[in-house]
């Protein structure tokens, strides 16, 4: 499971709100994912220009795709006129809804069993 966030130049990003397909999906079912999750984080001004823009439409994807494929579809979104930017990150079994149990955080004096043991 992988997450994305990938920022289209904002005339896209007018089309994704009427529900058009873009290059990402594509590029995701191209190389035999599937899309899990789609939300869009909206219109949000660039800290620098990418490819001549300084605003850019934010959307953040949820995806399946075999680990072996990743590259490829990095390699197709780079090469992707449609997209000014794009992060992926492999999802953590933390992430995915595990819960774990976490241990006790230090105190100031140091571990847990002290601050008991000391008033």
Same mark, same amino acid.
């Given at each position: ?17 009427? *529900?058009?397909?873009?290059?990402? &999906?594509?590029? =995701?079912?191209?190389h035999? *994912?599937?899309?899990?999750? #789609?939300?869009?984080? !909206? #219109?949000?001004?660039? *800290?620098?220009?990418?490819? %001549?823009?300084?605003? !850019?439409?934010? =959307? $953040? ?7 072996? %494929? +990743?590259?490829?579809?990095? %390699? ?13 990150v #492999?999802? +953590?079994?933390? &992430?995915? !809804?595990?819960p774990?149990?976490?241990?006790p955080?230090?105190t100031? !004096? ?8 000391? $008033?």
């Amino acid at each position: 499971m992988y997450e994305a966030l990938v920022i289209f130049p904002f005339e896209t990003g007018l089309d994704l709100q009427q *529900g058009a397909g873009n290059a990402f &999906e594509e590029a =995701v079912k191209k190389h035999e *994912g599937k899309i899990v999750n #789609r939300t869009e984080l !909206g #219109r949000r001004p660039l *800290g620098y220009r990418v490819k %001549k823009a300084n605003e !850019g439409y934010f =959307v $953040s994807y949820t995806f399946e795709l075999t680990p072996d %494929k +990743t590259q490829a579809l990095k %390699k197709v979104i780079q090469l992707s006129e449609d997209i000014l930017k794009c992060t992926i990150v #492999r999802k +953590t079994k933390v &992430e995915l !809804g595990k819960p774990t149990k976490a241990a006790p955080l230090p105190t100031a !004096g140091g571990t847990a069993e002290k601050a008991k043991g000391h $008033s």
